[in-house]
């Protein structure tokens, strides 16, 4: 359903939902005001007449101008402590979502519109999803409801925000024996504990802390919305507020999870928010502190030195920048040196999200992040965070003053990045060469991303669902996070074996991580560029297999031919004779119709233009495609939560009976039907040479030695159709080009941690 904002319209009548008492809007009990008035800080400055009508025994008046105070602060702050909660969305699709919760109807994780009922059955399920059910409870859908209450002023939209509140409040309290709850433990015993501390699991999961902040920001959101409506009196704002500060402050204080930093910091920063919205009461100051100091925490044990951060998935961690803002502009005007910590972070979390973002105006899909659409998204970060040139990245290069970089790495987190400019058009290279890391993290490292001529070639094959109920959801579930959909190696048919490493020996699942972001060194990883071509470097040599049972090290050098395309030389060791596949997950855009496997190379089409992939080995090799194939489970692309579509899988495997061998794969942004290479077969074992003729590409031609007795490592020549000669060659340290005849060293490529800030 789709309204025309400029013009009157009439919502649709809301589903009535009816409670127990069958009483809409209850005066407060005895009961009601007994817990209020010990929630309430009547010393604060400020509540002085309300503090002698408490003194005086009139304590249902002093409650009411509490509540009347409250409300006008909210009416004065207006929107001003947005959760950021569904900004990205249009005025029309925030209307089509307010109507569908106007009837009832709930639309989320893609699934929807679904009847919920009334009263509202909180363990509606939608797809054999639980996660449904989850987010259901997080209550962000009723955001849609503020948000075209304070756009059109209609009345019925705040009374059906708070009837779905209060229904929640009154199914639902903290400790209803419909849900099961984990036994508390008492603090001495529960220092180093992350969970399950007096949570709620199963069916809704409804008091989870995760839920706690969700619906601890959603609540206070609408609150401020909801303060110039009739409807929200305050008896009816007392007990919303006595819900956050008695049930959801006590789980998130319980309940830090800071086994997975992204749900540790929003906690925290609920918490925040929560102490600083509501003074009033006694609890804030013990919700702001904990909070306060727990994203300082987060800072320290979860932010790497360059921005990045060890849980490697950039949508959990888009909020961090909006946290962190947040708090700073809260401390700016009491305390700015406290604010210039969180500031800073913001910063240089912020830098680290747009430099993953690629020439379509998205980023990368890395670990469980999908491929976002990111305007909208920062649009909240240009002035607070001074980062005036974002307009810049998401015109095209148009508008807007230039960023201070093109290519940036991120020597901690392992992110490299090779940009040649900020059109749409513009050549763009991810390269994941990360160490093992917390939360969400695939086995992917040394992944790549490849976007050129306003299209992508490699891509990650994204993340599926949360939940295990359906065989499908499992699958592609443990799909998505193997290196099977990620364009790395394996090794005699398994992928990399980190997570055994991370459940093994970096700590208890129960127990507080014993890692901290700033004390890590950065990765031994090189990363260079010139005029003419660029240098990247990692390597992976954490175990292959389940438990990473597998030993064998994988080098992967990338060298970015500007004119041409990427050169990716795969080094192998093993001390066992091996057979390695090498993968590359082509973007969804390539059909299978459209991708050719030729005789020795790969060619593909789709509507924006085509491109060549031609692997190259010592020894014979096999080309597979696998696109939307069900038995084995591969080829697949998750664009949308719990939706996938079929992507062409590449399969190159080789055999190797040495303890080391090479494979060197050439990728161009374009499809080239006709391919010669000719591979030096005289070459050591260990080394890999060959001529490739790309017809009216011109020729190139590579050497991959072992880098011994003062031999090169690596040397590429690529002579044009002009016959142009461009060569690049690393020998140990030393990195060189030559081109028009003269040479030059490559730069090392900006690291973000010595950026300008």
């Not at 025309?4 to 009535?16: A, D, G, M, N």
């Not at 991708?595 to 020894?619: D, F, N, R």
């Amino acid at each position: 359903m789709n309204h025309e904002l400029s013009s009157p319209s009439t919502p649709p009548p809301s589903t009535p939902i009816v409670t127990s008492s069958g009483n809409e809007n209850p005066h407060p009990s005895e009961t009601d005001v007994a817990v209020w008035s010990r929630m309430i800080d009547w010393q604060l400055e400020g509540l002085e007449a309300a503090r002698g009508l408490w003194q005086h025994g009139s304590t249902v008046e002093a409650l009411r101008q509490v509540g009347e105070k409250i409300l006008a602060r909210l009416r004065a702050e207006g929107s001003s402590m947005e959760s950021g909660m569904g900004s990205h969305l249009s005025e029309s699709e925030k209307r089509k979502l307010a109507d569908q919760a106007m009837a009832g109807k709930v639309t989320l994780l893609q699934f929807g519109p679904v009847d919920i009922g009334s009263p509202i059955n909180w363990n509606t399920r939608e797809h054999e999803d639980g996660q449904w059910t989850v987010h259901l409870s997080y209550m962000h859908w009723i955001h849609h409801l503020a948000d075209v209450f304070l756009m059109t002023g209609e009345e019925l939209y705040a009374a059906r925000w708070l009837e779905v509140v209060e229904d929640f409040l009154e199914q639902r309290p903290y400790g209803t024996p419909a849900l099961n709850y984990c036994s508390s433990r008492p603090p001495v015993l529960n220092h180093a504990k992350t969970c399950n501390n007096g949570e709620s699991y199963g069916g809704s999961d409804a008091w989870i802390s995760l839920s706690c902040h969700w619906r601890t920001d959603s609540w206070l959101y609408g609150l401020r919305a909801l303060s110039r409506s009739h409807v929200l009196t305050y008896d009816r704002l007392l007990r919303i507020l006595t819900s956050l500060f008695d049930e959801h402050l006590h789980v998130m204080v319980a309940n830090p999870r800071e086994n997975t930093p992204n749900q540790f910091l929003a906690i925290a920063a609920s918490m925040v928010r929560l102490g600083v919205a509501m003074p009033e009461f006694k609890a804030a100051n013990v919700a702001f502190a904990i909070g306060y100091e727990r994203m300082l925490r987060a800072i320290g044990n979860v932010m790497l030195p360059d921005g990045s951060d060890l849980e490697q998935s950039v949508n959990y961690n888009i909020r961090f920048c909006d946290a962190m803002t947040e708090v700073a502009e809260y401390l700016r005007q009491l305390a700015p040196e406290r604010a210039k910590k969180f500031h800073t972070a913001a910063r240089m979390r912020a830098i680290c999200i747009l430099a993953l973002v690629t020439p379509l105006g998205r980023t990368v899909s890395l670990a469980k992040t999908g491929i976002l659409p990111m305007k909208k998204r920062t649009d909240g970060w240009r002035e607070p965070l001074d980062l005036l040139w974002i307009d810049h990245v998401f015109s095209g290069g148009k508008s807007g003053p230039t960023p201070p970089f093109q290519s940036l790495v991120f020597p901690y987190g392992g992110y490299y990045t090779l940009r040649s400019g900020w059109a749409r058009t513009s050549d763009y290279l991810f390269f994941k060469a990360s160490a093992a890391g917390l939360g969400h993290m695939h086995e992917d490292c040394l992944s790549l991303h490849i976007t050129a001529n306003g299209y992508d070639l490699i891509v990650d094959s994204g993340n599926f669902s949360y939940t295990k109920l359906t065989p499908l959801d499992e699958a592609m579930n443990a799909y998505c996070f193997k290196s099977e959909s990620h364009s790395t190696v394996l090794v005699d048919g398994h992928g990399q074996g980190r997570f055994a490493q991370r459940k093994n020996r970096l700590w208890n699942h129960d127990e507080a991580p014993q890692m901290r972001g700033c004390d890590q060194p950065p990765l031994p990883a090189r990363s260079f560029e010139g005029k003419g071509f660029a240098f990247l470097e990692g390597a992976y040599a954490d175990g292959y297999g389940p438990e990473g049972e597998i030993q064998a090290v994988h080098q992967r050098s990338i060298v970015w031919i500007r004119q041409l395309g990427w050169l990716v030389v795969d080094r192998l060791t093993s001390e066992t004779p091996r057979h390695y596949t090498g993968v590359w997950t082509l973007a969804p855009e390539f059909s299978a119709e459209q991708t050719t496997l030729k005789s020795g190379h790969v060619a593909a089409s789709q509507a924006e233009g085509g491109m060549t992939l031609l692997p190259v080995t010592k020894g014979e090799c096999t080309l597979k495609m696998f696109h939307g194939s069900e038995e084995p489970l591969l080829g697949w692309f998750s664009h949308v939560y719990g939706g996938r579509k079929p992507k062409p899988d590449i399969h190159v495997g080789f055999s190797a009976t040495g303890r080391v061998t090479t494979m060197a794969t050439l990728i161009l942004p374009e499809r080239l039907e006709t391919v010669k290479k000719m591979i030096r077969l005289e070459a050591p074992e260990s080394e890999l040479a060959a001529q490739i003729d790309l017809g009216a590409k011109g020729r190139l031609t590579f050497e991959c030695g072992a880098g011994g007795s003062g031999e090169a490592e690596l040397e590429v020549s690529w002579t044009s159709a002009s016959e142009k000669v461009g060569r690049f060659m690393v020998r140990g340290e030393t990195l060189l080009e030559t081109i028009d005849e003269k040479t030059s060293p490559l730069s090392p490529i900006p690291g973000a941690d010595t950026l300008l800030l």
